[in-house]
């Protein structure tokens, strides 16, 4: 994720960041600027249908159909926005209840091995949950947790863990039915957040409606030269491309953000959240 000042919009304006739409569009731009300039010469120089009567108003198409991709892309925005969000709001679900669950232990005055097992165990939930949603496999730095396989759900076994050790607490005579009750509940909410995460790294929007908007910025832009240039001559050649660019920007920003849990500029800061997580737990057990 990238840290910035929103106030600082001579940075905005004139630095070209890494995530910047215009690194990925500008030979679409490109492409797009000459096919308008060859329009633009065939139309000034030999067709000239600027003359006759029924291309007067051509570009009403444009103007009618502007107003609907615009109100799809602010659609499309919102809803990836809005996948971002609740990812956001369940990692920080998963903090806290982190937080929680070691307070609640610490407060149990447990025999330091107990201590030592969840000190390990509570943060490599998350890491193994991060691992996950990156749809890559995480085994833990040692073999304190019991021993995984690679074709399983690593949270899941995280969790296995957990569970049975406070169950073993509770069997021993080490803590009470009342007191296993409680964390329990904890650790309920673990696997209730990765479900939760799941949900939105698994369900991408509809491809139907991906396509067509694609589609159909495509075919809006490509259109506009012959709808303009009977107005703006030569000036199709920059205007469209930046036409382009907007409208385009605003999809891959929306497709870049509706998976929150990767590696990309713009995605959840999640490596830093595992960290604090850690680094919180240990403070607190110790």
Not at 17 to 30: C, E, G, N, Q, S
Request: proline letters at 4%; charged letters at 20%; glycine letters at 6%.
């Amino acid at each position: 994720m990238i840290n910035y000042n929103p106030k600082d919009w001579v940075t905005f304006i004139f630095h070209v960041h890494k995530a910047d739409t215009i690194r990925i569009l500008w030979p679409l731009m490109l492409s797009v600027a000459l096919f308008s300039g060859c329009i633009a010469f065939l139309e000034l120089n030999y067709l000239k249908l600027a003359e006759t009567t029924y291309v007067k108003n051509i570009g009403m198409m444009h103007s009618l159909l502007g107003f609907v991709i615009s109100m799809l892309l602010v659609f499309r925005t919102n809803t990836s926005y809005d996948r971002w969000w609740e990812g956001r709001r369940l990692l920080g679900g998963l903090t806290n209840v982190s937080r929680n669950f070691a307070i609640k232990l610490k407060a149990l005055k447990l025999k330091e091995t107990h201590i030592e097992f969840f000190e390990y165990a509570i943060p490599k939930y998350a890491f193994a949950l991060k691992e996950h949603l990156r749809e890559k496999q995480y085994f833990g730095k040692n073999s304190l947790l019991i021993e995984v396989d690679g074709g399983k759900h690593i949270p899941n076994q995280v969790a296995t863990s957990i569970a049975s050790r406070i169950f073993e607490l509770q069997a021993s005579g080490e803590i009470s039915q009342e007191q296993l009750i409680i964390l329990n509940a904890d650790v309920q909410q673990f696997t209730d957040i990765c479900g939760g995460c799941e949900r939105i790294k698994r369900t991408p929007i509809p491809y139907s409606y991906s396509a067509f908007i694609k589609k159909f910025i495509f075919i809006y832009v490509i259109t506009l030269p012959f709808g303009w240039v009977f107005s703006l001559g030569y000036f199709v050649i920059p205007i469209v491309p930046f036409i382009l660019y907007v409208l385009a920007s605003l999809e891959l920003i929306a497709e870049e953000i509706e998976n929150p849990f990767g590696e990309d500029a713009n995605d959840l800061p999640v490596d830093e959240i595992c960290d604090n997580i850690e680094k919180h737990v240990g403070e607190i057990l110790r």
